[in-house]
């Protein structure tokens, strides 16, 4: 089936062209795409101090293009998240990695704050169409492990991006240090293009059966199944706060942990940076089984969160590293263990579907929250909003731990 067939939803002749790749080979390639394409679009991490001198930005100005990398991501997720279900996987990914060259290759041009929103659009509308393929097809792939297929998946997006403001802090010190990193990064793209063109695709889940095809590619209104409706929000609930933390990381924390410890080292700046990620894309191999997880995870996060205000607040470098690192192995076993739930209680036919509408609520908490920070920081001072967001992140963790370590301790009971 070539790509253009698949475009198309149309059949084509059964061939035996094509690469025949393995499933592992498969698992890696889905793997890989998601990987890179989250390290693209956290490239530009570590440059935003040098973004904001070269272009006059203001703390604002770097919310707003950060906030239109995740807008753009969840209003495709809305619009597309449903349709590698009709497409096809291989179709979906490859559609993904053509608008993260394009979005890659404006911002190594960007000149302008609309220009770098642009590109950041571009980048957002990649990952979301690579978010429900890719999570759908390693799920596909693993269909009698569920929960290492969830693991794979929320490690190539968490290490793609805890990568993506290392990477880009070392490519960074290359001349064209806003540029640089996005050329050589289209360039892997373009690598990836080949494999994937070559695979020999499977048939798409949910195939049209009527004369007009491109009606399944509509939007759809956001649906969960009723078995998997309570696991679906507190997934939700969960998602959202721990990525309002991870926004926080990826935007304006860079150049606040810059100033307070008079760090100027781009590679530096990225590694402090993504230590959260890091943390919670390691925590992904590590089995821990408890009824108990969640509400210990989102406790450590909570605690966590606020010991990064403090860090901040005191120049104590081994405490925001610390901090850091607390609370992406809180949010990792939290968020595996909610998101493993919903998806063990979707049927196949709808996991991309579903999943996408997960990260539309998870990856506003990206948005939002950090939009609003911006804001703060222009009336009231960088520092104040950094401590009245952490108040904030770290009280809502608590709270979201004590309820659901009150379910806990109902299913304990019941089970005796």
């Not at 410890?261 to 890091?278: E, F, K, N």
Request: with cysteine; charged share 10%.
């Amino acid at each position: 089936m070539t790509v253009f067939s698949e475009l198309r939803m149309r059949p084509a002749p059964a061939t035996t062209a094509g690469w025949d790749a393995s499933t592992t080979a498969r698992l890696v390639l889905a793997g890989a795409v998601i990987f890179t394409l989250l390290v693209g679009a956290n490239l530009a991490t570590p440059l935003y101090p040098l973004l904001q001198v070269q272009l006059g930005l203001s703390p604002l100005d770097v919310s707003a293009a950060f906030t239109t990398y995740v807008l753009a991501l969840v209003a495709v997720l809305m619009l597309a998240g449903h349709w590698s279900d009709h497409i096809g996987r291989r179709a979906a990914l490859i559609l993904a990695v053509l608008a993260g060259l394009a979005g890659g290759w404006l911002f190594a041009e960007a000149h302008t704050l609309a220009a770098l929103c642009a590109a950041r659009a571009l980048q957002g509308t990649a990952v979301a169409l690579a978010t429900g393929a890719s999570a759908a097809a390693l799920r596909e792939l693993l269909p009698s492990r569920p929960e290492w297929a969830s693991r794979f998946t929320l490690l190539a997006s968490a290490g793609g991006v805890a990568a993506g403001p290392v990477i880009g802090g070392l490519l960074s010190l290359l001349p064209g240090a806003t540029s640089t990193p996005y050329y050589i990064h289209s360039a892997v793209l373009a690598v990836l293009l080949v494999p994937l063109y070559l695979l020999r695709a499977r048939p798409a889940i949910a195939p049209p059966a009527g004369p007009k095809p491109l009606q399944l590619l509509a939007p759809r209104r956001p649906s969960v199944t009723r078995e998997a409706r309570g696991a679906f929000w507190l997934a939700s609930g969960v998602g959202f706060l721990s990525f309002a933390v991870f926004g926080f990381c990826l935007s304006l924390a860079p150049g606040y942990f810059a100033r307070i410890l008079a760090v100027d080292s781009r590679p530096v700046i990225g590694v402090l940076a993504c230590l959260t990620l890091a943390a919670s894309a390691l925590t992904q191999l590590v089995s821990v089984r408890s009824r108990f997880v969640v509400p210990g995870g989102l406790a450590v996060l909570g605690a966590s969160v606020l010991l990064l205000g403090a860090a901040g607040a005191w120049n104590n470098a081994a405490l925001l590293v610390a901090a850091s690192l607390g609370a992406g192995v809180g949010q990792g076993l939290a968020f595996r263990t909610v998101f493993n739930d919903v998806a063990g209680r979707v049927e196949p036919a709808r996991q991309a579907q579903t999943i996408s509408s997960l990260y539309v609520i998870t990856y506003l908490g990206s948005a939002v929250p950090v939009l609003g920070l911006g804001w703060a920081s222009g009336v009231f001072g960088l520092e104040q909003s950094v401590a009245g967001f952490v108040a904030l992140c770290g009280s809502a963790a608590f709270i979201m731990a004590a309820l659901t370590l009150r379910q806990a301790v109902r299913s304990e009971t019941a089970r005796r």
